[in-house]
């Protein structure tokens, strides 16, 4: 009985040793060969620009199939061009919440014309999805009236049958969205779509006098999950156009595309032409390549490149790669590059808003002849506009509006302050070391020219020895009291510095302290030496360029760092004495719900008269879009 | 029995494996997982000190997680628990050994060779014995609730011996684990011990001083042992609610 027992265990667990190799594949190892589908909305605060103005925007992120939760993008892109493809802004989108908001500054000096914003994330790419795409139109306040540009795509008008949106219609001309800006009229055909979530938005007034407390109320009652992002814009009517996509139906497109004529202008698909202005032509073989292979930014936002030697551009296999950022601490994060001379690094939080610096490890052999080439995720490209449906008031609001922007200048009148941002705990920090072994402050001491002296006199644990035409460095090990095998890595400000030349002249008036961590330390399967931080008074890592070796990259867009300066009446009487031209009444990019079943919001109209539009677009919780609007008139 | 009793041992630590593996996250044949995971860091220890009886509380390499204060945890790394030093070492990717930053650290889990279960550290600051102000030290999370108890894993001197290698004596200090507990009360307040006493334990709890003797003793726990101490603990638990 025994030994029958103990051969059945036997068995089991043989059996399992079989198993064990493919159960720990099964159960702990998620393959995918495809990236979740999904779409990406932008809702602008108005649809007609002036140069000079801001553009305020959120970007919405949606899921188009449940199949692939926890793949999700955390990261976005918005890019703005004009027709010629000429880039006006570029942004790379840190998505919280599946949303980012922010405004983008149109320099004054931009040319009257029709430009695209275009929205995606790397999914939709890889997918071959529709990119969002949206026209606007911006124009020069020294320009004449009627805006020349314009007038081939104007319509006036649009037909009632042409908005119920026959499924049919090919006319390239003009492809009606059939639901357009008005709250009415939905699709009329019975044909699939996902219903709008049934919010209702009411104001106290419909006639407002300048300067006068606006109440807007938003009921959502009807909608029991309840609201997971909203954003409001109030603003002149004839500022937006009668066809540009709603969130609503944009969402609609994106599912269930065959409901719809051909939208062309209002999707971009991502095709082989485009692709090939991202090849990295490889000479020696005469082939093209494609760019690093494109990763869903699930964890968050990819950096990728390669690193190729400079003079026979072959990319470098196992060369480690290093990503900081100026700070008050060493950070630092590295790669390897794969046999592709491929690197990609995650793009956190910790580096929203701040410019990337990517250098090669200075024991690379021969490092001073590699290049670092950044994947560039932005394309454009040259476009005909389609038709715009204007406002009837079209070429009276400009002229107005011109009048109004002069105003604004010469008043210096500014509804957008940049602020520091949340202050947020610094989550995922990629330290290098939390606490030295030494540090110096250097106003403890007598001033000295240049860091060799300092670190002669200062430092006894490190050694500078200049030689010929470089230096040569080593440090004390404070465990065994010997010289460490190889020479110490420096850092200027958080910032890896390959070079000790770049920093060997920052004198003790320049430099605030001084860390050294003198023992041999890894992160990751990186060792070094030991470690000296130079921490500078004034941002002399502003100084470190290609000549030092970094690739630097503008930061991330932080979705914190601004706040909108709307003036208020009643409770502040100082801004009576100043003129308030808006023609954007209102914005707010996250409306809050406080309780389940109302919310309201609160602004004051000002000194420009006419009728506004309110547009509130958002999505529920369980992802259903709704697009509302309502007209009030200041008199 | 004998062989009944290593086959069951040997079957738990499989399941344990299995269980614990991480999910990983591939695209394609790139593990992007791998991609997002923060690094560890520390001093390279190429010497250790030279002791007679193991410092640690595994002699083997096993995985754990370590959970970094930056709120990222490391997974599936190859460790060990040094109490001697009280460090935590790591196996790096280059297979260089690693003292693990101690500032960086918040807690660490790491699984029981023998049993294959999952033993959790925190970092706390503690008193302890030959320090005059409290320090930082990983405790081991024995029970957590209303009152929770850790223990400290520490392996101290006991005495020293002479090694003779090669013709040439030498002087080790000889160490064994000698475990200190702590009990954290509702109030924050620490009360540490190396061997529970039934009736300092009792005292512990003043406004149930009775319930509490009469439980120990329908339950016969007589705290001679660790495992008598969780369980009074998950008792005293369960009196409260």
Same mark, same amino acid.
Not at chain 1, 213 to 221: A, E, G, M, N, Y
Not at chain 2, 148 to 157: E, G, T
Not at chain 2, 219 to 241: F, N, P, T, Y
């Given at each position: 009985?025994?030994?029958?027992?103990?051969?059945?265990?036997?068995?089991?667990?043989?059996?399992?040793?079989?198993?064990?190799?493919?159960?720990?594949?099964?159960?702990?190892?998620?393959?995918?060969?495809?990236?979740?589908?999904?779409?990406?909305?932008?809702?602008?605060?108005?649809?007609?620009?002036?140069?000079?103005?801001?553009?305020?925007?959120?970007?919405?992120?949606?899921?188009?199939?449940?199949?692939?939760?926890?793949?999700?993008?955390?990261?976005?892109?918005?890019?703005?061009?004009?027709?010629?493809?000429?880039?006006?802004?570029?942004?790379?989108?840190?998505?919280?919440?599946?949303?980012?908001?922010?405004?983008?500054?149109?320099?004054?000096?931009?040319?009257?014309?029709?430009?695209?914003?275009?929205?995606?994330?790397?999914?939709?790419?890889?997918?071959?999805?529709?990119?969002?795409?949206?026209?606007?139109?911006?124009?020069?306040?020294?320009?004449?009236?009627?805006?020349?540009?314009?007038?081939?795509?104007?319509?006036?008008?649009?037909?009632?049958?042409?908005?119920?949106? =026959?499924? #049919?219609?090919?006319?390239?001309?003009?492809?009606?969205?059939?639901?357009?800006?008005?709250?009415?009229?939905?699709?009329?055909?019975?044909?699939?779509?996902?219903?709008?979530?049934?919010?209702?938005?009411?104001?106290?007034?419909?006639?407002? =006098?300048?300067?006068?407390?606006?109440?807007?109320?938003?009921?959502?009652?009807?909608?029991?999950?309840?609201?997971?992002?909203?954003?409001?814009?109030?603003?002149?009517?004839?500022?937006?156009?009668?066809?540009?996509?709603?969130?609503?139906?944009?969402?609609?497109?994106?599912?269930?595309?065959?409901?719809?004529?051909?939208?062309?202008?209002?999707?971009?698909?991502?095709?082989?032409?485009?692709?090939?202005?991202?090849?990295?032509?490889?000479?020696?073989?005469?082939?093209?390549?494609?760019?690093?292979?494109?990763?869903?930014?699930?964890?968050?936002?990819?950096?990728?490149?390669?690193?190729?030697?400079?003079?026979?551009?072959?990319?470098?296999?196992?060369? #480690?790669?290093?990503?900081?950022?100026?700070?008050?601490?060493?950070?630092?994060?590295?790669?390897?590059?794969?046999?592709?001379?491929?690197?990609?690094?995650?793009?956190?939080?910790?580096?929203?808003?701040?410019?990337?610096?990517?250098?090669?490890?200075?024991?690379?052999?021969?490092?001073?002849?590699?290049?670092?080439?950044?994947?560039?995720?932005?394309?454009?490209?040259?476009?005909?506009?389609?038709?715009?449906?204007?406002?009837?008031?079209?070429?009276?609001?400009?002229?107005?509006?011109?009048?109004?922007?002069?105003?604004?200048?010469?008043?210096?009148?500014?509804?957008?302050?940049?602020?520091?941002?949340?202050?947020?705990?610094?989550?995922?920090?990629?330290?290098?070391?939390?606490?030295?072994?030494?540090?110096?402050?250097?106003?403890?001491?007598?001033?000295?020219?240049?860091?060799? =002296?300092?670190?002669?006199?200062?430092?006894?644990?490190?050694?500078?020895?200049?030689?010929?035409?470089?230096?040569? #460095?080593?440090?004390?090990?404070?465990?065994?009291?010997?010289?460490?095998?190889?020479?110490?890595?420096?850092?200027?400000?958080?910032?890896?510095?390959?070079?000790?030349?770049?920093?060997?002249?920052?004198?003790?008036?320049?430099?605030?302290?001084?860390?050294?961590?003198?023992?041999?330390?890894?992160?990751?399967?990186?060792?070094?030496?030991?470690?000296?931080?130079?921490?500078?008074?004034?941002?002399?890592?502003?100084?470190?360029?290609?000549?030092?070796?970094?690739?630097?990259?503008?930061?991330?867009?932080?979705?914190?760092?601004?706040?909108?300066?709307?003036?208020?009446?009643?409770?502040?009487?100082?801004?009576?004495?100043?003129?308030?031209?808006?023609?954007?009444?209102?914005?707010?990019?996250?409306?809050?719900?406080?309780?389940?079943?109302?919310?309201?919001?609160?602004?004051?109209?000002?000194?420009?008269?006419?009728?506004?539009?309110?547009?509130?677009?958002?999505?529920?919780?369980?992802?259903?879009?709704?697009?509302?609007?309502?007209?009030?008139?200041?008199? | 029995?004998?062989?009944?009793?290593?086959?069951?041992?040997?079957?738990?630590?499989?399941?344990?494996?299995?269980?614990?593996?991480?999910?990983?996250?591939?695209?394609?044949?790139?593990?992007?997982?791998?991609?997002?995971?923060?690094?560890?860091?520390?001093?390279?220890?190429?010497?250790?000190?030279?002791?007679?009886?193991?410092?640690?509380?595994?002699?083997?390499?096993?995985?754990?997680?370590?959970?970094?204060?930056?709120?990222?945890?490391?997974?599936?790394?190859?460790?060990?628990?040094?109490?001697?030093?009280?460090?935590?070492?790591?196996?790096?990717?280059?297979?260089?050994?690693?003292?693990?930053?101690?500032?960086?650290?918040?807690?660490?889990?790491?699984?029981?060779?023998?049993?294959?279960?999952?033993?959790?550290?925190?970092?706390?600051?503690?008193?302890?014995?030959?320090?005059?102000?409290?320090?930082?030290?990983?405790?081991?999370?024995?029970?957590?609730?209303?009152?929770?108890?850790?223990?400290?894993?520490?392996?101290?001197?006991?005495?020293?011996?002479?090694?003779?290698?090669?013709?040439?004596?030498?002087?080790?200090?000889?160490?064994?684990?000698?475990?200190?507990?702590?009990?954290?009360?509702?109030?924050?307040?620490?009360?540490?011990?190396?061997?529970?006493?039934?009736?300092?334990?009792?005292?512990?709890?003043?406004?149930?001083?009775?319930?509490?003797?009469?439980?120990?003793?329908?339950?016969?726990?007589?705290?001679?042992?660790?495992?008598?101490?969780?369980?009074?603990?998950?008792?005293?638990?369960?009196?409260?609610?």
């Amino acid at each position: 009985m025994k030994i029958t027992r103990n051969k059945i265990l036997i068995s089991f667990i043989l059996s399992l040793l079989f198993c064990f190799p493919i159960g720990i594949m099964a159960s702990n190892r998620s393959y995918q060969s495809v990236s979740p589908k999904e779409g990406v909305y932008i809702h602008t605060d108005k649809d007609i620009y002036f140069a000079g103005d801001n553009i305020l925007f959120k970007v919405y992120r949606f899921n188009l199939n449940d199949q692939l939760k926890g793949w999700e993008s955390k990261a976005a892109y918005l890019s703005i061009f004009n027709q010629n493809g000429g880039f006006v802004s570029k942004r790379e989108l840190v998505l919280k919440n599946d949303t980012h908001h922010g405004y983008i500054f149109l320099p004054d000096t931009l040319a009257s014309g029709i430009y695209k914003i275009v929205g995606w994330t790397n999914s939709m790419i890889m997918n071959e999805s529709p990119l969002f795409a949206k026209q606007i139109v911006i124009v020069n306040r020294f320009d004449s009236n009627p805006i020349p540009f314009l007038a081939p795509y104007r319509i006036e008008e649009i037909k009632e049958s042409e908005l119920v949106g =026959d499924s #049919t219609t090919q006319d390239s001309s003009f492809s009606p969205n059939p639901v357009g800006l008005t709250e009415t009229k939905l699709y009329t055909k019975p044909i699939k779509n996902i219903s709008s979530a049934d919010i209702k938005i009411f104001s106290d007034k419909e006639i407002y =006098d300048t300067r006068e407390k606006v109440t807007l109320s938003i009921d959502f009652s009807d909608i029991p999950e309840g609201i997971a992002s909203a954003s409001i814009t109030v603003a002149r009517a004839e500022s937006f156009f009668e066809n540009s996509p709603n969130l609503l139906s944009y969402f609609n497109q994106n599912l269930f595309p065959e409901n719809l004529p051909i939208i062309t202008q209002y999707t971009q698909k991502f095709n082989d032409d485009q692709l090939k202005k991202l090849t990295v032509k490889k000479e020696w073989s005469n082939q093209k390549v494609s760019r690093t292979k494109m990763l869903p930014e699930n964890y968050g936002l990819v950096l990728s490149g390669r690193i190729i030697d400079s003079k026979s551009k072959r990319p470098k296999e196992n060369v #480690t790669v290093m990503l900081s950022s100026a700070d008050t601490l060493v950070n630092l994060k590295h790669f390897s590059t794969d046999n592709d001379g491929a690197f990609y690094f995650i793009i956190d939080e910790f580096y929203a808003g701040k410019a990337l610096y990517l250098s090669v490890f200075n024991e690379t052999p021969d490092f001073q002849n590699l290049d670092i080439v950044v994947d560039d995720k932005f394309f454009s490209s040259k476009f005909d506009p389609q038709n715009f449906a204007v406002h009837s008031n079209l070429d009276g609001y400009i002229e107005e509006c011109k009048l109004i922007k002069r105003a604004q200048k010469a008043y210096n009148i500014k509804f957008i302050r940049e602020t520091n941002g949340e202050i947020e705990p610094k989550s995922g920090t990629p330290y290098l070391y939390r606490t030295p072994v030494v540090r110096i402050k250097l106003a403890d001491y007598v001033p000295m020219d240049n860091f060799e =002296d300092i670190s002669n006199e200062i430092i006894p644990v490190l050694r500078i020895q200049k030689q010929k035409y470089s230096y040569s #460095t080593r440090i004390v090990s404070a465990r065994t009291r010997s010289l460490l095998l190889r020479e110490p890595q420096f850092f200027l400000d958080g910032i890896y510095v390959p070079n000790l030349g770049d920093i060997i002249n920052l004198s003790s008036e320049e430099l605030d302290r001084i860390e050294v961590v003198n023992l041999p330390w890894a992160l990751g399967s990186l060792e070094f030496s030991g470690i000296v931080a130079l921490y500078s008074k004034n941002d002399n890592y502003k100084n470190l360029n290609q000549q030092s070796g970094h690739t630097i990259i503008s930061g991330i867009s932080s979705t914190n760092g601004y706040q909108m300066n709307f003036p208020t009446y009643e409770s502040n009487k100082a801004n009576d004495n100043f003129p308030d031209f808006r023609e954007v009444l209102f914005w707010l990019p996250n409306i809050e719900f406080a309780n389940s079943q109302s919310t309201s919001v609160v602004f004051y109209t000002s000194d420009v008269k006419g009728d506004y539009a309110a547009v509130v677009e958002g999505l529920t919780t369980s992802g259903i879009p709704f697009s509302k609007r309502i007209f009030i008139t200041v008199k | 029995m004998m062989i009944r009793h290593k086959i069951l041992t040997i079957l738990m630590g499989f399941i344990a494996l299995v269980v614990h593996g991480q999910n990983e996250l591939f695209y394609e044949d790139f593990n992007i997982t791998r991609l997002n995971e923060p690094n560890l860091f520390g001093e390279i220890l190429y010497q250790q000190t030279l002791t007679s009886g193991s410092q640690f509380l595994f002699n083997e390499w096993t995985k754990g997680n370590v959970e970094l204060s930056n709120g990222r945890i490391a997974q599936n790394v190859d460790i060990k628990y040094n109490g001697y030093t009280d460090e935590l070492i790591w196996l790096n990717p280059s297979l260089k050994i690693v003292v693990v930053d101690k500032n960086s650290v918040s807690g660490f889990s790491i699984i029981d060779p023998k049993t294959g279960s999952m033993l959790t550290f925190k970092k706390m600051r503690v008193k302890v014995p030959f320090y005059i102000q409290p320090t930082e030290t990983y405790l081991q999370v024995l029970h957590q609730g209303k009152y929770k108890l850790y223990a400290f894993r520490q392996i101290v001197q006991s005495g020293r011996v002479i090694n003779t290698e090669k013709n040439r004596s030498f002087e080790l200090p000889e160490i064994k684990p000698k475990p200190l507990y702590y009990i954290e009360l509702p109030n924050q307040n620490m009360v540490q011990f190396y061997k529970a006493k039934k009736s300092t334990f009792i005292n512990l709890f003043p406004n149930k001083k009775n319930e509490v003797k009469h439980l120990l003793s329908s339950q016969k726990i007589r705290l001679k042992h660790e495992s008598e101490l969780v369980k009074a603990m998950e008792i005293i638990e369960g009196m409260e609610k």
